[in-house]
């Protein structure tokens, strides 16, 4: 896969089309796509890189490992706890799916409501 191709999936991933992704960067609508042509300047594909949240490597395929926020890591780990029951059950059974997503909810009240969402 090459720069504009791995570019264009993670702006998909991200909700964004390429001229979005590069207006939001600061750079010309159509910009990205002559990285099929020509590798883009250092600072461009920087500009990039942060509106995706991911790294440079990331986007030149030097690497698979998407940069996430804490934040992100946070939900996706809790989520993973919760859909491989290796936290929350009760009386040794297994949560039911509708409840895992309301525990979800509370801890996200709870993290909101004690200013924790900022860290």
Known sequence: MN?????????????????????KAGLAE???YSWDRSNPKADNLEKVANVLNVSTDYLLGRTD???????????I???DMLQDNRILS?????????????????????KNKNGRDNE
């Open 3 to 23: 720069l504009l191709e791995r570019t264009k999936l993670t702006a998909k991933k991200r909700g964004f089309s390429l001229s979005e992704t590069a207006v």
């Open 90 to 110: 009760f009386d040794g059974k297994p949560i039911p799916e509708k409840d895992k997503e309301q525990i979800l909810d509370f801890i996200e009240f709870l």
């Open 65 to 75: 490992v998407m940069n996430i926020s804490p934040q992100e890591q946070e939900q």
């Open 77 to 79: 780990d809790m989520k």
């Open 30 to 32: 159509k910009s990205i």
